[in-house]
């Protein structure tokens, strides 16, 4: 079996599970205590991949490089103080990607 023929099905797989999803789901409406679990899944999912970067790569590998720092450290504030996902992510991207450029 080549590559592309991996690649294809697994998207082919990827693709039909979230098209399932949202043709099932998708007209219907959801008890108040799902919709207050699917509100978590976002961040969980983040707080996930950050673990398992720090734990494979390491706290130290985190805290040489002043990028990742500076931007956990603009982050959080703006977490507390919103309470929006979409700032605080458009708010460290930006100073992450201002520091890679400029340091």
Do not use: C, H, Q
């Not at 590559?3 to 599970?17: N, R, S």
């Not at 959801?30 to 207050?36: F, I, V």
């Not at 982050?75 to 992510?89: D, E, G, I, Q, S």
Request: net charge neutral; no cysteine; aromatic share 12%.
């Amino acid at each position: 079996m080549t590559a592309f023929v991996v690649f294809f099905l697994a998207g082919l797989g990827v693709y039909g599970a979230r098209a399932s999803f949202i043709v099932l789901v998708g007209e219907r409406v959801l008890p108040d205590w799902a919709e207050r679990l699917l509100r978590n899944v976002g961040p969980a999912v983040l707080a996930a991949l950050i673990t398992s970067l720090l734990l494979t790569d390491g706290i130290e590998a985190f805290i040489t490089d002043p990028a990742e720092v500076v931007a956990v450290v603009v982050a959080v504030p703006v977490a507390l103080k919103t309470r929006n996902f979409a700032w605080t992510f458009i708010a460290g991207m930006a100073v992450f990607w201002i520091l890679r450029v400029f340091v």
